[in-house]
């Protein structure tokens, strides 16, 4: 990937700070908000149903997550996602915990089924369990997926007709036909809840700017994990780490980015 692309789109989010449209889950909320402004970008974080339309209909972007799911929400996000697709900004779905209940997986379904899903962001077992592939997830958490993951994310991603990006160790973004895999990050973005939650709203927030789901994922991806490094340098411990965490993105420079971003060819 050349550097000067990366330095292009986030010199782009810095400058346009596009609006991201927010139903997330009352557990990461207001870290959402806040990292989504470290991106460059504006967060609202309205749910409720008298309101969504109107909020997509002025946003350049959406994320929807069902970390904390219930009815109403989900009828919110069926809203606010027709709006955001009639209007063509993209929609990025995370299917928080998906496969830990049957209320969760049919709700995740129905969501993908019912909108156009744009980015469909989550770790491996999550997207495991959407792509039929054996994901385990245990609460919220990723317990592994059987097979090949980047294969796994590939075949998902031409059948359903979006971009895949998978959370992990390596991050994984595929549509199907280009793949990049991300290594920037580290150990400690797992040591708290939330960062997961954290790394769509990212991606929402380059992805608003950009017409190439994978490159606008992958650069999310880099940015949030370039962050997590330079935040676990001098770290005590999990909360030490999470304050750096948005400080380290707030101060991240176009330029950083493009020197620091470990983005290959899958």
Do not use: W
Not at 114 to 143: C, F, M, P, Q, Y
Not at 189 to 216: H, I, N, P, Q, R
Request: with cysteine; glycine share 10%; proline share 3%.
């Amino acid at each position: 990937m050349k550097k000067q692309q990366l330095f292009d789109l986030f010199s782009l989010v810095r400058e346009k700070r596009p609006l991201v449209h927010h139903i997330t889950n009352y557990v990461t909320v207001n870290d959402c908000a806040n990292i989504t402004i470290c991106a460059g970008g504006a967060p609202v974080m309205a749910d409720a149903a008298e309101e969504v339309e109107e909020m997509a209909a002025i946003a350049s972007a959406l994320v929807l997550n069902i970390g904390t799911l219930n009815r109403v929400q989900v009828e919110s996000m069926e809203l606010a996602g027709s709006m955001a697709n009639d209007r063509k900004i993209p929609v990025i779905l995370d299917p928080v915990g998906v496969g830990a209940t049957q209320y969760r997986t049919k709700t995740a379904r129905r969501l993908l089924d019912e909108l156009d899903i744009t980015i469909l962001k989550g770790n491996a077992g999550e997207i495991g369990v959407l792509a039929g592939a054996e994901g385990n997830v245990r609460g919220v958490d990723s317990h592994g997926l059987a097979g090949n993951p980047v294969a796994i994310a590939q075949d998902y991603a031409k059948t359903a007709g979006l971009t895949v990006a998978i959370s992990g160790a390596t991050d994984i973004v595929t549509d199907g036909k280009h793949t990049l895999l991300v290594e920037n990050g580290h150990p400690m973005m797992g040591s708290l809840s939330g960062t997961g939650c954290m790394a769509a709203s990212v991606t929402g927030v380059f992805a608003a700017e950009s017409k190439d789901m994978v490159f606008a994922s992958a650069a999310a991806f880099a940015a949030f994990g370039i962050a997590g490094e330079r935040a676990a340098s001098g770290a005590r411990g999990p909360f030490s780490f999470r304050t750096a965490l948005f400080d380290e993105l707030a101060a991240l420079t176009p330029d950083d980015l493009a020197r620091a971003a470990r983005i290959r060819t899958g």
